[in-house]
């Protein structure tokens, strides 16, 4: 776990990151490497841009996903004690690291338009998915511990996805870096408009 805190609400948290452990059959490259580095990179970016955020900004790197979400679990759990924190989102990255496409939002209807309306600002970037949709596995236990937080998870194009999707290819030799890098590029915005929006 690590955090950008908040200059504003420190107890408020916006929760990112990926999962640590793979499928048996391959390094876990892209399942979910890619989405590990998606998120450690998009901090990076941020704390390099001096960006002081105006809610507290967590990291957190799970593990088990592949095998009961225990990671999910806890960290879920973990969070409902720090009683004075309010968790307002958490995002996800765990579809591989492919060219970004978009956001999907776990959320009312409220919380889909509110992410609707952020499009505008990628669409430059051939970003065009943002609809309602599925969070991810690691976040999906905070749904069950906040009500009303809304998950967003990260979409790459995803016609490749099932080439590597725990199977002996998914190698760090299968990773385009350029696609990677366009993906943190793309969490790292998100997660700004994340702080200033929400």
Wanted: proline share 4%; charged share 25%.
């Amino acid at each position: 776990i690590g955090e950008l805190t908040g200059s504003k609400y420190p107890n408020n948290i916006i929760t990112f990151g990926g999962h640590l452990d793979s499928w048996d059959t391959g390094e876990g490259a892209h399942d979910d490497g890619a989405g590990i580095v998606h998120c450690l990179e998009a901090m990076r970016i941020l704390k390099d841009m001096d960006y002081k955020p105006i809610n507290t900004l967590r990291l957190v790197f799970f593990m088990n996903e592949e095998n009961g979400n225990k990671g999910g679990i806890t960290y879920a759990s973990w969070a409902k004690e720090q009683t004075q924190e309010k968790h307002i989102a958490a995002l996800e990255s765990d579809r591989g690291g492919f060219a970004p496409r978009g956001f999907h939002c776990d959320g009312t209807d409220e919380q889909v338009a509110f992410l609707q309306s952020l499009e505008i600002h990628f669409t430059d970037y051939d970003l065009h998915v943002f609809e309602k949709g599925y969070g991810g596995v690691d976040i999906g236990p905070l749904k069950k511990t906040f009500d009303g937080i809304p998950l967003f998870g990260f979409v790459p194009d995803s016609q490749r996805y099932f080439d590597f999707h725990h199977a002996p290819s998914d190698i760090f030799e299968n990773v385009n870096k350029r696609e990677l890098e366009l993906g943190c590029a793309a969490i790292a915005s998100m997660l700004y408009l994340l702080d200033k929006e929400l």
